[in-house]
């Protein structure tokens, strides 16, 4: 795909430490069990200058840690909108370093907005995707990029 797990690994690291002051480690979590890959999921789409595509799987508590962190607040403190809208902005700054990583500071591309997925996206034809292990904590989670193949 053009970025190595190591970029990924880097972008993921500087968008949760900057934005929601959370120490990530790639691998899983210490008791070895992955990430669950059911809904919700945290959805980003791309169509310039190739078609790909970004899910994130967090589990509740980490979702709950990235709102704590942005908002200076305990999660049980937020609204609903709140919630969902610190989770959207992770993911839209996390999705624009990883396509300047892929594509250079000064290529243009054009993605969508971040959206909530309540089922996860089935894989798509055509498309080569790669999956990230994280874990905060001994919370785990996922990233899947997907796109287009060469």
């Not at 959370?22 to 899983?28: C, E, R, S, T």
């Not at 992955?34 to 508590?61: D, E, M, N």
């Not at 700054?93 to 054009?110: P, W």
Request: proline share 7%; charged share 20%.
């Amino acid at each position: 795909m053009g970025t190595t797990g190591d970029e990924v690994l880097e972008a993921v690291r500087m968008t949760f430490e900057q934005m929601a002051f959370l120490d990530v480690a790639p691998g899983l979590a210490a008791d070895g069990i992955p990430p669950a890959r059911v809904g919700p999921v945290l959805f980003l789409a791309y169509t310039w200058p190739k078609t790909g595509s970004f899910v994130l799987f967090l589990p509740k508590t980490i979702r709950f840690l990235v709102a704590e962190g942005i908002y200076s607040q305990s999660w049980d403190s937020l609204t609903p909108g709140q919630l969902d809208d610190s989770l959207l902005e992770l993911m839209n700054v996390l999705a624009g370093r990883l396509l300047t990583q892929r594509f250079g500071s000064k290529t243009t591309y054009s993605m969508g907005l971040p959206t909530v997925l309540f089922d996860p996206p089935e894989g798509v034809p055509g498309r080569e995707h790669q999956d990230f292990e994280y874990h905060v904590d001994q919370s785990g989670f996922i990233l899947v990029w997907n796109e287009a193949a060469e």
